[in-house]
């Protein structure tokens, strides 16, 4: 039998759950994030707000001018778009006993063995959808297909509050008109190489062999992405799947030299990988800068501390340390963010590095003061208090 997977992604989710909360909010260009006149950047947006070209991660000093004069601007509210999502991940496991989560706001079922009990998969879509709604009050996107790749893209087909059936049959239609880079592990190597042999769309992989993919573009790229052209994937769901890494970046509208965008988008990337990885209890010895420059220029440096932290200063500190390192200043920047990885053990405390004396000092002290701080920015939002500058480097 064939295996049935269904992917479920909230439409813009913490902006969602605000304009349920405030019916007034509408129809309007809602930015959850920073304020206009703030340093920071916007969390997420409302469709209305993405209409005009604004996005997750952008500064804040680059959304406001393009949006019109009746935009809504409020501060993340972490505690409250954690509990609607765990709402919504107890109503996915009343429709089905396999429900891998990825993200606050997305999860993968395996629906395989439903069909007989609910229906075909436009019925149990539905039904998924229904009741979210019915629960929470919001809308989702959901995409049903044979493996998490298709599902994923079918998700992503008719957003928002779409759903989007793709049966085995009609794998290769469905994925023949996409743009190649959509397909996992193309990237900024790749894709040149895909484009130097006149490829634009799937489609095009197709009529390239297994021997001519694997020569240009190694033996283990070439033949993942042979596969996936062919709509051949992951079909495992493990609601117990290890996470390999906590990371956030953005790339931004326009390429950024200024250094202080550069710094508050990296500050932003710290804080929202730290609070994940104290959430999910996690501490990381590898921290990662990336950066990306015109066109495609791409390099990643890291750095494996003595301590493993979750702490938003010592990843900050570690990846700004990395780039000023490198002679990148001035340079216009494309793509800028940060991740940790190569997790040790918790002990209910959250260490820090010292890899060298400017970083800041381990201790209870700074494990009670990060608690305190993720307890005011769940109550009150991510922006209602931040570390001081002068005495610590998170700023």
């Not at 429709?95 to 075909?120: C, F, K, N, W």
């Not at 996470?243 to 508050?264: A, G, Y």
């Not at 940060?338 to 209910?348: E, M, P, R, V």
């Amino acid at each position: 039998m064939s295996r049935l997977i269904l992917h479920v992604d909230l439409d813009a989710f913490y902006a969602a759950v605000e304009q349920r909360d405030h019916p007034e909010w509408h129809g309007r260009p809602l930015v959850v994030g920073a304020e206009p006149g703030q340093r920071g950047v916007v969390a997420t947006c409302s469709y209305e707000a993405r209409r005009f070209g604004v996005h997750s991660a952008m500064p804040i000093v680059q959304a406001v001018p393009r949006l019109p004069p009746e935009t809504v601007y409020v501060r993340p509210s972490m505690a409250r778009y954690a509990k609607v999502s765990q709402q919504i991940m107890g109503v996915l496991e009343t429709v089905s006993p396999v429900v891998e989560r990825v993200s606050i706001d997305e999860a993968y079922l395996d629906v395989s063995r439903l069909t007989a009990l609910i229906g075909p998969p436009a019925v149990i879509g539905a039904q998924v959808k229904a009741r979210i709604w019915a629960a929470v009050g919001l809308t989702a996107s959901v995409g049903i297909g044979p493996n998490r790749l298709i599902a994923k893209l079918a998700s992503e087909a008719q957003k928002p509050n779409g759903l989007t059936i793709v049966p085995p049959e009609q794998v290769g239609d469905f994925l023949a008109p996409m743009p190649f880079t959509v397909l996992r592990g193309i990237g900024v190597k790749t894709a040149p190489r895909l484009e130097r042999l006149g490829v634009k769309m799937i489609g095009d992989v197709r009529q390239l062999s297994l021997e001519t993919l694997r020569h240009h573009l190694g033996a283990r790229t070439g033949s993942q992405v042979y596969q996936q052209a062919r709509g051949l994937a992951d079909d495992r769901i493990d609601p117990d799947r290890p996470r390999q890494s906590i990371s956030r970046e953005t790339t931004f509208p326009e390429d950024v030299s200024d250094p202080q965008i550069l710094e508050e988008t990296l500050r932003w990337a710290a804080q929202e990988v730290g609070a994940i990885a104290r959430q999910t209890q996690h501490l990381g010895r590898a921290v990662t800068l990336k950066i990306r420059f015109h066109p495609f220029e791409t390099h990643t440096r890291s750095r494996t501390l003595k301590v493993p932290t979750a702490d938003d200063a010592a990843l900050f500190h570690t990846a700004w340390s990395l780039f000023a390192a490198e002679p990148w200043s001035g340079r216009p920047v494309r793509l800028i963010g940060l991740g940790i990885s190569g997790w040790s053990a918790t002990d209910g405390g959250v260490q820090m590095d010292l890899f060298e004396t400017a970083a800041p000092e381990p201790g209870p002290k700074r494990d009670r003061l990060a608690a305190t701080l993720d307890a005011i920015r769940n109550r009150f939002g991510a922006d209602a208090i931040r570390r001081g500058r002068s005495r610590d480097l998170l700023g």
